[in-house]
Structure formats: structure tokens, C-alpha cells
């Protein structure tokens, strides 16, 4: 086992045990492979760097490495795609720990010999990996604990090379293991331009539930810095009422560009909740619910629910309208009542008929206290003819009622 603290700036050999270069760092390729492979050195010759592959040296250790061949090739180094230089890229950067849902810092990497193959198997993030690149080489005084991070466990590398794009190729299963929540807090604790590249590097889906858990705010800052395409799909799969403020933080020319690029069924979602003021019911509320017709059985209405190819992320309450394809709203259900209810009833024979609701051009803060001051989950909006044009949720009316400070601990309750 080595660490590249301690082969960096070791000589190189030639067959004969002459000292002709130093090495100046590690280069490893990424791929699919967990641990990946060592493929050479950079090694300096009277100033110039040049690349030494994996075939041409043996007996790497602390003491250096001895070449293999007796021609030294001196073609300068350039950096192809996949490839990173352990020591420019990764020490003193820093990386997820997806196991431990962390962010830390790489003090040093650990190698580990395989076969025929060394492969970087951990990064040392305790202080002793510190001390050990501090420290003259061979010095070995510290008796602290070493906490090195399994690379399997690795979800993103904060480089700033392109070469992180490979990376995040491979890695992209690993953070998808957590919470959105977990992300967006991960994310949060690096640079814009990193956060950016977590994002980017996730499914669609994941990467827009990990963007409504960050502010607003940033989730502008992240979309903006994206291709537009992708900000666009990612956008598309947003809450309607998250995707409204999003574009409304941006720059109006990115906004109006974005919102050209979505689908038309999501657009036509986003531009239903553009026409209301931002501090209303009609602004708070999403277009995300589920209605079915009075006429409909408990049973087929269960049915139904379970044949959807796609259920909004709220739906503890079902509203019933008076025709199938209408909106005119007559009632509502809990998802229990309706479990629990006789599969044989038709919905109109077991909805309540009575309930809160709000008007769209009530004021948010109005429908907050409503939903606060009834324990409700969601406050359907109705408009003048009495149809329903959307829901409240709790979650949205307590980030009105909280204090600032304390928005960011509120549970996503329907995530």
C-alpha cells in the first residue's frame, strides 16, 4: 500500500538504478470501474513533464520507480479524456462521501497493488494525511488515527478539470443512493460551479426533486448555468408552482427561453400559474391533483389511481368534480376514507361536501393561516364559475408562516 503523497517528487530509474527523472504525479483512468487503475506517471526531466505509461516502470514504491525499457521517451504530456492526475486533481479537493453523507476533504489518496495493476482503493481525509505531505519522507511520528474513504464510496470529486465530467458519468448511481434532501445539502456545502455539476450529473427526475430542496435562488443560479435543453427537462419535471418561481427568479431573456423549450403540456401548467400574483392563493398553489367524477365507484376510482402513469407527489386528498373532463368541484375524499370506504359506493355517496377552500386572489399569508388553523395537508382553490384550479400544500404554506431560519429544517412532506 502507498499513499501518493509519498511517491510524488521520488526519482525515477533507469535499468542500470540511475536516477534520470522525478515523478510529479499519478495519472488513473475513469470509467466504470470502482477503483480505477493506475496507467502511468508524470515524471519531470530539466523542466520538462512527459508521460510514463504503466508497462514501462515496476517496483513502484517510496523509493520511486525503475523503468522497465532503456529508451525514455520524452514526448511532452498532454492530458487525454477519462484521465486524472491524482496529486493536481484530487489532493486538497474536496468530495461526497456517499456513505457518509458528508462532504470532506482529500488530504492524500491511497494505492493499493493488484495483480499486475496499482489502483486507488481510498482517500485519506484525516489529519495524519495531512501531516504525512508535511512531513520530510520516511517520517512516520504521528500516532493519530488514518480515515481513509473507500473510492466505491466517492459520489463527486470537486476538480476544476474537464476531466470531472467523466467522473460524474460513473458516479452518477452512487449519489442517485440518497435522498434528494441529502443532496441538495451536499451540494450546498460546494462551490456554484460544483453544485452545478452534481446536479447536471443526475437523472431528470432526481435532479429536480434535489433542486426544490435547495432556495430558489439557487435553483436559478444552477438552471442558468446549464445547457438550456437540460435545464429544460429538468424544469419539466418540477412542481408547476416550484418551475413559477424558478423562472421568475431568472433573468426574464433565460426565463422566456427556458419556458419556449418545455413541452407543451408543462408549459401550459407553468403559464396557468404565471397569470396570478406571486402572493396569492392562485401564486402559491400547484396544478398537481387529482380529480375523479361523482359517478365513479370507490372501487374504480382505487383502480384508477393505481392505472395512472403518473401520480402528483400530493394526493391524501382526492376532489370530486360533477363530470369526468370537468372541473366544476362538488367534493373531496381522503385517500383513507376512500381505502377504507365500500369499494360498491359511488364517490358522491361517501366525499365530504362541506370544506375549506380559497379563492385565487386570496392572499397567501391568508391561505397559510387557513391551512394552519384547520391541521390541513391541502386547501383546494376555486374559482369564480367553482371550479377547482389548484391546491395549497401544507409544506408551501409554512415556508409563509415560518421564519426564515427556520424554512430549511421544514420536512418536504409529499417529496
Not at 226 to 240: G, K, N, Q, T, V
Not at 267 to 286: I, K, N, P, S
Amino acid at each position: 500500500m502507498l499513499y501518493v503523497s509519498q511517491i510524488i517528487n521520488r526519482p525515477v530509474f533507469d535499468v542500470r538504478g540511475e536516477p534520470i527523472a522525478v515523478i510529479n504525479d499519478v495519472i488513473v483512468k475513469y470509467g466504470e470501474e470502482e477503483h480505477p487503475p493506475v496507467i502511468g506517471l508524470v515524471a519531470r526531466y530539466r523542466r520538462r513533464n512527459f508521460f510514463m505509461p504503466s508497462r514501462d516502470f515496476k517496483d513502484l514504491s517510496l523509493n520511486g520507480a525503475k523503468m522497465i525499457s532503456a529508451i525514455l521517451d520524452l514526448t511532452p504530456f498532454e492530458r487525454r479524456d477519462g484521465e486524472v492526475l491524482l496529486g493536481k486533481d484530487v489532493l486538497d479537493n474536496q468530495l461526497i462521501d456517499v456513505d457518509g453523507k458528508r462532504v470532506v476533504r482529500v488530504n492524500d489518496v491511497q494505492l493499493i497493488e493488484t495483480g499486475d495493476k496499482w489502483r486507488v482503493t481510498g482517500a485519506d481525509v484525516s489529519l495524519r494525511g495531512f501531516v504525512r505531505r508535511l512531513m520530510p519522507k520516511g517520517f512516520y511520528g504521528s500516532d493519530r488515527p488514518v480515515e481513509v474513504i473507500d473510492w466505491a464510496d466517492v459520489g463527486y470529486l470537486a476538480t476544476d478539470t474537464a476531466t470531472v465530467t467523466v467522473q460524474l458519468k460513473s458516479s452518477k448511481d452512487k449519489l442517485s443512493r440518497l435522498h434528494p434532501v441529502e443532496i441538495a445539502q451536499l451540494a450546498e456545502s460546494l462551490s456554484p460551479i460544483h453544485r452545478t455539476e452534481v446536479v447536471e450529473s443526475l437523472d431528470d427526475e432526481i435532479a429536480a426533486d434535489t433542486l426544490e430542496e435547495m432556495s430558489t435562488e439557487a435553483q436559478a443560479r444552477i438552471l442558468e448555468d446549464m445547457d438550456e435543453e437540460r435545464a429544460a427537462d429538468i424544469l419539466e419535471e418540477m412542481s408547476p408552482d416550484d418551475a413559477v418561481d424558478v423562472l421568475d427568479e431568472m433573468d426574464d431573456e433565460k426565463s422566456e427561453q427556458l419556458f419556449a423549450l418545455m413541452e407543451d403540456d408543462e408549459r401550459a401548467d407553468v403559464a396557468e400559474l404565471m397569470a396570478f400574483e406571486h402572493d396569492t392563493a392562485g401564486g402559491l398553489m400547484t396544478t398537481e391533483f387529482v380529480t375523479f367524477p361523482r359517478s365513479l365507484t370507490v372501487g374504480e376510482a382505487i383502480r384508477s389511481l393505481r392505472e395512472m402513469a403518473e401520480t402528483p407527489n400530493m394526493i391524501y386528498y382526492m376532489y370530486v368534480v360533477e363530470e369526468a373532463d370537468k372541473w366544476k368541484i362538488c367534493g373531496l375524499i381522503s385517500l383513507r376514507s376512500l381505502i377504507l370506504a365500500d369499494p360498491t359506493k359511488r364517490l358522491e355517496e361517501v366525499m365530504r361536501t362541506e370544506f375549506r377552500f380559497a379563492h385565487p386572489s386570496e392572499t397567501a399569508e391568508s391561505v397559510a393561516q387557513t391551512i394552519a388553523e384547520y391541521n390541513l395537508l391541502a386547501l383546494p382553490v376555486i374559482d369564480d364559475e367553482g371550479d377547482i384550479a389548484g391546491i395549497v400544500t401544507v409544506d408551501d404554506a409554512m415556508e409563509i408562516l415560518l421564519p426564515k431560519n427556520l424554512q430549511r429544517r421544514l420536512p418536504r412532506l409529499f417529496g
